[in-house]
């Protein structure tokens, strides 16, 4: 504003959308509310259903290599920040290295790295790298797969767009989400959910390219491995 590039009047109509909302919803009335009352008015069955639901069918399905729908009842898998108790409840057997699995699930965050601990925001937020390099715990296991000729799905979950490029080859199917529980996962990896999301945003090919981007403005990167709107 003192520079003279938003004037006064553009930030009052923001402001007064802002405001709106708020007095809709009543919070300038009573701004209190009874923890109680918000438990018995939010954790219903109907609302747990649909938080189930939404949980697998906002997934994205980035690739697959015909394994998804991984199959039925039995088969054993090798997990990776899973938890068992969840694949066990669905039927599979939990096996301890995937040269005895007939398929693998692996889930990962998006990498990053604190570049400012000291900061007192730097120390809470993640910044840095979104590829995947040897090391990092998701790419060791996606290569421990491969090598035992084993196909596997890499549930990433997608708090901050991915660089996937050096993963495609290894992992047999990408399931990207923005925050599943390991049964809603296991349901749309086994076929008993169907994952209909799209991408919110592009999926730029390497870091390379993300460095070039202007980081003002949104699905820009010259090459994106996935772009907006992506899912099968």
């Known amino acids: 504003m003192k520079e003279g590039q938003i004037s006064t009047a553009r930030l009052d109509a923001s402001v007064r959308r802002v405001l709106i909302a708020k007095f809709e919803q009543g919070l300038f009335d009573d701004p209190?509310?009874?923890?109680?009352?918000?438990?018995?008015?939010?954790?219903?069955?109907?609302?747990?259903?649909?938080?189930?639901?939404?949980?697998?069918?906002?997934?994205?399905?980035?690739?697959?290599?015909?394994?998804?729908?991984?199959?039925?009842k039995g088969k054993k898998v090798w997990l990776l920040d899973v938890d068992?108790?969840?694949?066990?409840a669905a039927g599979l057997t939990v096996v301890d290295s995937p040269a005895k699995a007939d398929f693998a699930?692996?889930?990962?965050?998006?990498?990053?790295?604190?570049?400012?601990?000291?900061?007192?925001?730097?120390?809470?937020?993640?910044?840095?790298?979104?590829?995947?390099?040897?090391?990092?715990?998701?790419?060791?296991?996606?290569?421990?797969?491969?090598?035992a000729h084993v196909p596997a799905v890499l549930a990433i979950f997608l708090d901050r767009p991915a660089v996937l490029t050096n993963?495609?080859?290894?992992?047999?199917?990408?399931?990207?989400?923005?925050?599943?529980?390991?049964?809603?996962v296991i349901d749309v990896v086994l076929g008993r959910a169907k994952a209909k999301g799209h991408l919110p945003f592009e999926l730029p090919s390497s870091m390379e390219e993300v460095a070039k981007q202007d980081p003002a403005v949104p699905d820009d990167t010259a090459h994106p491995l996935f772009k907006r709107g992506a899912g099968l």
């Open 32 to 72: 209190y509310v009874d923890p109680a009352k918000a438990e018995g008015v939010l954790a219903t069955p109907a609302n747990h259903a649909l938080a189930d639901r939404t949980q697998r069918e906002a997934q994205v399905l980035l690739t697959n290599n015909g394994l998804l729908p991984a199959g039925a």
């Open 84 to 88: 068992p108790k969840a694949a066990q």
């Open 105 to 147: 699930i692996i889930r990962a965050e998006t990498p990053s790295e604190k570049l400012h601990p000291d900061h007192f925001f730097g120390s809470r937020q993640k910044e840095g790298r979104l590829d995947f390099r040897d090391g990092d715990p998701a790419y060791e296991a996606l290569k421990a797969a491969k090598a």
């Open 167 to 184: 993963v495609q080859d290894k992992a047999a199917a990408i399931l990207g989400n923005f925050g599943a529980s390991d049964a809603a």
